[in-house]
């Protein structure tokens, strides 16, 4: 089985510094699902029998009913068909070719209306899949994460358009639209056919051998083309070697990955400035998940190309349950003082200096290229970095009030801003990364905890892995914290009150704790939550309603002084202008959109699930 990476176009938040003053929170986003169009085959080849009893319709309406009964009552669903309108002789091929049709529009899930009209699909025609997709496209919003989640038992019997040229227009801008693909017991050809609609639309692809099969599949694949990662980023096509790397400015980024090939980038770093560099590549969801290890590698290099011996990885396990991997480093060469040593003063000073990432370590059977999202920001030197360091995480008192219920986003591109302090609820799909983001001024510190509450049924049946990681702005992972969830109340932590960090400060970064030096920088911080596929029954579709403690504390104060950027008329931080265009209000000022990497796995031992998470990152 072969899967590629879901992706989606959404424009990046501004990827430059914080004013001084942080905007009051914006209110919670109600929903940030994307709208989707399921796509049914109806072609006469449905008729056919289903190995586990009835015909290939009949399992399919099946599959639809427990998708709707699962599916978030906020989410923007619809329905269309092709196939239903003729019969599949020669002289009907014409009119069937263009025998596609929306029955139901993309609007909030109708739940009664999408049962009730399934149940009425009678198979009979041909299978014009290209036009299928570019109606379903145009039944979309023109804007923000899209997706269409195709299910077929066969070739394309109508091209033109073939259906992988169709897929090239759909993602001609940066996949604007994601295409999920199920082929429903189908030959080689077919699989072949479906999987390039997958892969060109970073889509992913999923062999349903059977009616069971699809009953199992197309609920998980449709909740995840509902909220998972959306990589945005303005595209840029990074070089083999430093010679050739592309010039990038502070930016969000969206690029091609492929297997151990480095990808060089090159940014011009000011005297005393410090640069943060970051890639992101989140892995498709799948099967074989203990064989599913990968690892990232990012290097700094200098004038020449000369190795600066600043090198991260990070490498996860388990990646085909939806991690999303990401790499950053904070470069801090720009403010040393050259010494007069040739080699070391190539990586000193102002100048030009070259980024590469490499996907280095590949798991079994991982597709040939991914997706790689990249963010870039240029911080200035400062002049007086204010008060000193803070090494203590803040305290943790639970908050009180109502729950303020919320969708979380499907990534940080779209993560839901939560509104300070306070108690947040959500529903999260077994499977699903959910990310949230807390806005932290200067002076101020976060602490939070995560709830899972109870769901039906006990046992390994109902076993995942949950977990939470707290990201900083510019991608570096600040906290996380995972634990075994059988659908009784669970808590993250659970050896302590909360997480923590200490209250944010310039100075942080001076000091030799690294849980301190990495929480120096006012902006977004992001919340992920994640709850694993069940370990006996991936496929099964289970809610699970969480609850997100959450603790702004300290007061906004008076953080560095920056030096004058060039054209300002002061040395505030305000004058730094922004280089990317914002999402939106919520994004408008936020320093890096945040990835989780979030790596857990579990283990079914003689009946014993044993919990272990393997994450490691390697500096030199």
Partial sequence: MRFAKVIGLATAGAIGLLPLAVPAFAAPTQTQYAPTMLVLDASGSMLAADPGGGTKMDAARTAVRGFVTTAPATAKVGLSVYGTGTGSTDAEKPAGCRDVSVLVPADTIDKPALTSTVDRITPSGFTPIGAALRTAAGALPTEGPRSIVLVSDGLDTCAPPDPCEVARELSADGASIVVHTIGFGVDDASRAQLICIADTTGGTYTDAADGKALERVLPRVSTAALRDYTA?????????????????????????????????????????????????????????????????????????????????????????????????????????????????????????????????????????????????????????????????????????????????????????????????????????????????????????????????????????????????????????????????????????????????????????????????????????????????????????PVELDVVVTGTPEVGPTYRAVPGSTDSSIENVPDTAQAADDDNSTALLGTVIAVIAFALTIGGVIAITVLRRRTRR
């Fill in 232 to 544: 945005a980023g303005t595209p840029v096509e990074g070089a083999a070697g430093y010679q050739d790397a592309p010039a990038v400015v502070p930016g969000q980024y969206l690029d091609t990955i492929g297997q151990k090939k480095p990808r060089y980038y090159a940014v011009d770093v000011p005297e005393g400035a410090t640069a943060y560099f970051s890639g992101t590549v989140s892995f498709p969801r799948g099967e074989n998940a203990v064989s599913s290890n990968n690892s990232l590698r990012l290097r700094v290099a200098g004038v020449e190309g000369q190795d600066c011996n600043a090198s991260e990885q990070e490498n996860a396990v388990r990646s085909t349950d939806g991690v999303a991997l990401t790499v950053s480093s904070q470069w801090t060469g720009a403010t040393d003082a050259k010494d007069g040593t040739a080699r070391t003063d190539k990586c000193k000073g102002g100048g030009r200096y070259y980024f590469s990432v490499e996907w280095s370590g590949v798991a079994d059977n991982a597709p040939a290229t991914l997706p790689l999202e990249l963010n870039v920001t240029v911080e200035p030197g400062v002049t007086d970095g204010g008060r000193p360091a803070e090494p203590e995480p803040v305290s943790f008192t639970a908050p009180s009030g109502p729950v303020v219920p919320l969708a979380g986003g499907g990534s940080f591109n779209v993560a839901t801003a939560l509104d300070g302090s306070g108690v947040y609820g959500d529903t999260v799909q077994r499977g699903e990364f959910v990310f949230y983001k807390v806005k932290l001024d200067w002076g101020q510190g976060l602490a939070y905890r995560v709830r899972f509450l109870e769901t039906p049924g006990r046992g390994l049946d109902n076993v995942s892995v949950v977990t939470t990681t707290l990201y900083t702005p510019y991608r570096k992972e600040a906290a996380d914290e995972f634990a075994s969830y059988n659908g009784a109340p669970d808590i993250l932590p659970s050896n302590k009150q909360a997480l923590a960090i200490p209250e944010v400060r310039y100075r942080n970064r001076e000091s030799s704790d690294r849980e301190v030096s990495e929480n120096a920088l006012a902006g977004w911080y992001y919340i992920a939550v994640k709850v694993s596929p069940t370990q006996n029954d991936p496929g099964v579709v289970r809610p699970v």
